[in-house]
């Protein structure tokens, strides 16, 4: 199994930054992707990044040029900073981990972006 703790969520304002971080244990070998989605209220759970073990990484249209992933291995965590976050930034942001045999999500941290 995988356990996949998140961290770094809470109240910003508009333009502000904020830092998620997501530590994986546990049967962590193989490891093909970690990532990030969001949730809003109402809506689809949506991709907002993702970093490819090839070392490749790709991006939500809506959060390019704003977001960085970023990994380090050697600490089984990935890394999501947020830069001008706007409001409809706000949600569940879940981290995700893809491996050979299975789909991995922590429990979901709220990012809330209002004045």
């Known amino acids: 199994q995988v356990q996949l703790v998140e961290s770094g969520g809470g109240l910003v304002q508009p333009g502000g930054s904020l830092r998620l971080s997501c530590a994986a244990s546990?049967?962590?070998?193989?490891?093909?992707?970690m990532g990030w989605y969001r949730q809003a209220p109402g809506k689809q759970r949506e991709v907002v990044a993702r970093s490819f073990s090839n070392g490749n990484s790709n991006y939500a249209d809506s959060v390019k040029g704003r977001f960085t992933i970023s990994r380090d291995n050697a600490k089984n965590t990935v890394y999501l900073q947020m830069n001008s976050l706007k409001p409809d930034d706000t949600a569940v942001y879940y981290c995700?981990?893809?491996?050979?045999?299975?789909?991995?999500w922590g429990q979901g941290t709220q990012v809330t972006v209002s004045s």
């Open positions: 546990g049967s962590i070998l193989n490891i093909m992707s």
């Open positions: 995700n981990l893809v491996k050979i045999g299975g789909n991995y």
